[in-house]
């Protein structure tokens, strides 16, 4: 049962359009940068990209979201986990409140509530490529390698200049060689 969940989940997140949610146009300015620039300005493109996304739609949210990432990182997930709650039932369509509880989530050993927001998040930011390397990381660890290996393929899509992420497709592709992909 397990498996055929993440099965139907690889199918439903790489078929996910690559038009984003996200209002903001300087992400799409930093996305056509990080994706036929050099990589020079990759890791700062990426910071940028990632403190756009981070930008909550009010100061409330922003400061819930703000202490419910403190308190992930003191290793307070209770508390995260509710301020997070409020965080998305305040701000729906903000993708980083999903994509911070899935984490949270995913670090409490709930893979099913960390899916279900990470899926919320691609569905609200198809861009977000540090959520489908978290989802290849699962796919992988659940033994679906040939599905990690096309959610890899999404990540360098959007940013082709992630070195780990590439050495990770590439080990994935060798396992693979021989195999239908």
Do not use: C
């Not at 620039?37 to 409330?60: C, F, H, K, M, Q």
């Not at 709930?110 to 959520?131: H, K, M, N, Y």
């Not at 990540?155 to 497709?169: K, Q």
């Amino acid at each position: 049962m397990r498996r055929l969940s993440l099965v139907i989940l690889a199918s439903i997140v790489l078929a996910v359009p690559a038009a984003a949610d996200q209002t903001d146009p300087r992400l799409d300015l930093l996305f056509e940068e990080l994706r036929t620039g050099d990589a020079v300005r990759a890791e700062e493109n990426v910071s940028r990209i990632i403190e756009i996304w981070s930008d909550a739609p009010s100061d409330t949210v922003d400061l819930l979201y703000a202490r419910a990432e403190l308190s992930a990182v003191e290793g307070a997930d209770d508390l995260a986990l509710t301020l997070l709650d409020h965080v998305v039932g305040l701000a729906p369509h903000f993708a980083q409140g999903y994509a911070l509880r899935g984490r949270v989530r995913l670090g409490v050993n709930d893979t099913a509530g960390a899916i279900e927001d990470f899926s919320r998040v691609l569905e609200l930011e198809p861009r977000q490529f540090q959520i489908r390397t978290t989802l290849a990381g699962i796919l992988y660890a659940s033994g679906e390698r040939r599905a990690a290996y096309e959610m890899y393929q999404k990540v360098l899509e959007w940013n082709p200049h992630d070195e780990d992420v590439r050495r990770r497709a590439r080990a994935l592709r060798r396992d693979l060689d021989g195999q239908e992909i």
